[in-house]
């Protein structure tokens, strides 16, 4: 079967994500044809709503489904009509359903677009068959809505490592996406706020079909602004819609009878009028009500050599003068006269990888490891040099899945900064052990417990 797949690798090391989009996006075709009523009886007065799904999004039109009802093998009168509701048909019987009777629903799709090499977007005919039930019930009168609305104010672009303040502990990391989602970011605990971002207007409507019964619903639910119909859905007993603009709107929940036309509108509601000082373009404050979350108090880092997440080593607190923070080119990670760590780029021609602590090199000629050991220089140290910057480079690429242990000791540390402070975030690993010897490789990660983190030891 000729069937393409998109695939996407989710873990944090994955350098590109495989979009080789739908192979079933530019045929209209439809592949499956189910009862919306499963179990539940329809209405005597009611008609059969038929759910048709497949690769196509456009609404199936009516002149490709041939549909035949019969009860106990006799046909029943009866035509198809549309909705309202994309990929919602139903089947209108010439007079009212018998009670206590089972009606066999069956007809076929003929999918004037399908691909003889490709039948995963469809055949050219697809049958199909089910049966529905009804009881002794007629449809319930419908009655106006009510209606709760909830609004909050979220952030209209998608995260950006370079644009973020946190607080209590979080450390957001990217993730790569798949197809025209880019990448993500993300975090586990915290909270993250943009510096510079959009305020939009979020709004939940939500609330119960009043006189809803055990019955299969022949209701709908549309969220209407003005006279337009922004989103319709069937309903059974309960509806949820949510509504976004950045700015202030009004909207209000019209619930609708599709067999007999009949609408109950809800009271409309205006949100967003409280709100309106944080919508539309914003910047970041210490008085922003973004931070009210927050227990300790805000600060960012550095990001990572990697570019894809922040590192807990190298933290501020947020906001931060020059003048408390000796300025913008202040190091960040520690004086280098204190034999603190120190990392960076690294000079051209120097032979050293940018990352240096008292009493180690990462010289290749020296024959040492980072943080290394007291090898000699011959070939075998070498291979075994290059073997162990081999490894650094995977588990750097693998430093995604930090302990919540690393976490805890960077977050508690984060939250000691007083405003304007730069502090390197501690030596979270233990000190590099006694001079191993040279002969079998291992290598070690820091998890906040041992070893140092993207180090390579030669023992």
């Not at 106990?72 to 139903?90: F, P, R, Y």
């Not at 510079?196 to 609330?207: A, F, H, K, N």
């Not at 373009?281 to 990697?306: F, H, K, N, R």
């Amino acid at each position: 079967m000729g069937l393409a797949l998109a695939t996407c690798l989710g873990a944090r090391e994955a350098a590109a994500c495989l979009d080789i989009g739908d192979p079933c996006a530019d045929v209209a075709t439809w592949t499956m044809v189910q009862s919306v009523a499963g179990r539940q009886q329809v209405p005597l007065d009611g008609m059969i709503l038929l759910q048709v799904s497949g690769p196509a999004l456009a609404p199936v039109p009516l002149d490709v489904m041939t549909v035949e009802v019969t009860l106990g093998g006799a046909v029943v009168e009866g035509s198809l009509e549309q909705t309202g509701i994309d990929g919602l048909l139903g089947w209108r019987p010439a007079s009212p359903l018998q009670a206590d009777s089972t009606y066999v629903v069956a007809g076929t799709i003929h999918n004037l677009d399908a691909m003889p090499g490709n039948p995963s977007c469809g055949l050219e005919f697809e049958p199909f068959e089910f049966e529905v039930s009804t009881g002794s019930d007629l449809m319930p009168p419908l009655v106006p809505p009510e209606v709760s609305a909830e609004a909050t104010v979220e952030f209209a672009e998608k995260l950006a490592l370079d644009n973020l303040v946190c607080c209590d502990g979080a450390f957001p990391v990217t993730f790569p996406g798949c197809g025209s989602g880019g990448n993500t970011v993300d975090f586990t605990e915290g909270h993250c706020v943009p510096m510079q971002y959009t305020g939009r207007l979020s709004v939940e409507l939500s609330g119960l079909v009043p006189g809803a019964g055990e019955g299969a619903s022949m209701v709908s639910a549309a969220r209407v602004i003005g006279d337009v119909v922004v989103e319709e859905a069937l309903v059974t007993k309960s509806f949820k819609f949510r509504g976004r603009d950045t700015s202030p709107f009004c909207d209000r929940v019209v619930l609708r009878n599709l067999v007999t036309g009949a609408t109950a509108a809800g009271p409309e509601q205006c949100h967003g009028d409280a709100l309106v000082d944080r919508l539309g373009p914003q910047t970041l404050t210490p008085e922003s009500p973004e931070l009210a979350v927050c227990v300790g108090a805000p600060y960012v880092c550095e990001i990572d050599e990697l570019g894809d997440s922040w590192d807990p080593d190298r933290c501020m607190a947020w906001p931060a003068s020059e003048e408390s923070s000796g300025g913008p080119d202040a190091p960040t990670t520690g004086d280098p006269t204190t034999g603190g760590s120190t990392s960076g780029p690294g000079e051209p021609g120097s032979g050293t990888t940018g990352t240096s602590d008292e009493g180690a090199t990462t010289n290749p000629a020296d024959g040492l490891v980072e943080h290394g050991c007291a090898c000699s220089s011959d070939g075998g140290a070498g291979e075994a040099w290059l073997a162990a910057l081999a490894l650094v480079g995977l588990v750097r690429r693998r430093r995604g899945g930090r302990s919540s242990a690393r976490s805890e000791l960077s977050s508690r540390q984060v939250r000691g900064l007083a405003p304007g402070e730069r502090r390197r975030d501690g030596e979270l690993c233990e000190p590099r052990p006694p001079a191993p010897w040279c002969g079998k490789l291992t290598f070690e990660t820091c998890d906040g417990r041992d070893g140092r983190r993207g180090q390579a030891w030669l023992r």
